[in-house]
């Protein structure tokens, strides 16, 4: 989320600005030194409106009207698995409560935008931060910037899958190590194109696993069904290659075999990341 952009007072408070200042120092300490948990802050339940109730339960219900066709069955396993309904703005700790059992991620809440170091020392951990602020209902259609629909409905499904959980993780780990502009930029494109934007292969279709197409009521249906759009299988070094742009439907998306295809390449490519920043791989990556 861009730091000048404050939909509500969710996160109006001195924790959210002690904790945000701690996140913009993050880039200026060496990598081993960055504590994650000064970043988060409390969610506060009562500072929900109305409004804000209205749009989490008019997107979930929406998304769910086509989902269970268009999106991979392992992020509707981990819908039910995390038990996230449509009832209220969900609690991030009662999301946790069935999440670290399953795999031993936890999300948490964070003042707005994190730097690329914060956020990644989070993933390596196993740590997600997440956006706790709502969009309005005037831009429930789209939103530039994340918000806890996008974070908790789009991500946190498939934290709940141990194969992409591994993943997820190791990226982390070798985004934060992560040296120079040329792997920086890769990773970048990495994240875009499967977290954000990915496709897989399942029973025969292309589904859905991505959280921007998972979370978004027009571009899901562009992905799937638009003849403007490349589907290109999937090939770790293809999509590190391809630039992006972040202000329209995305003309290109790649797609799985499956998630073990993107965790085990994801391996071998953090061990490069590692070795060619100095670090032991055997010393970082689990």
């Known amino acids: 989320m861009r730091a000048d952009i404050n939909y509500s007072d969710i996160i109006d408070s001195d924790e959210a600005r002690i904790a945000q200042a701690a996140a913009d120092a993050a880039p200026s300490q060496p990598s081993s030194e960055i ?17 804000n109730q209205e749009v989490w339960q008019t997107l979930f219900d929406k998304r769910m009207e086509t989902l269970d066709r268009q999106a991979s069955d392992v992020f509707l396993d981990g819908l039910k698995a995390i038990g996230l309904t449509r009832d209220k703005v969900p609690q991030v700790t009662s999301i946790n409560g069935r999440l670290a059992s399953l795999t031993g991620w936890e999300s948490h809440p964070v003042p707005g935008y994190l730097p690329a170091k914060a956020f990644f020392a989070c993933l390596a951990m196993r740590k997600f931060p997440t956006t706790i602020t709502v969009r309005p209902k005037a831009l429930m259609d789209y ?30 780990q070798a985004a934060l190590h992560a040296e120079t502009e040329y792997h920086v930029e890769r990773l970048a494109r990495l994240f875009w194109f499967t977290v954000e934007f990915g496709l897989i292969a399942e029973g025969g279709r292309t589904k859905l696993y991505g959280s921007g197409l998972i979370s978004s009521l027009g571009e899901s249906d562009f992905a799937l069904e638009s003849p403007h759009v490349d589907r290109r299988p ?12 972040i202000d329209h439907y995305q003309p ?29 791989p055997e010393a970082v990556l689990v």
């Open 234 to 245: 999937f090939d770790m070094d293809l999509v590190c290659d391809t630039p992006f742009e």
């Open 252 to 280: 290109i998306l790649y797609v799985l075999e499956s998630f073990e295809q993107l965790r085990d390449a994801m391996v071998s490519y953090a061990e490069r990341v590692l070795e060619e920043s100095g670090v032991k």
């Open 35 to 51: 504590d994650p948990y000064r970043f988060f802050v409390t969610q506060d339940e009562s500072k929900y409106t109305a409004e």
């Open 143 to 172: 939103l530039p910037e994340p918000d806890i629909f996008h974070d908790i409905f789009g991500h946190v499904p498939l934290h709940a899958d141990p194969v992409f959980a591994d993943f997820l993780q190791t990226y982390g």
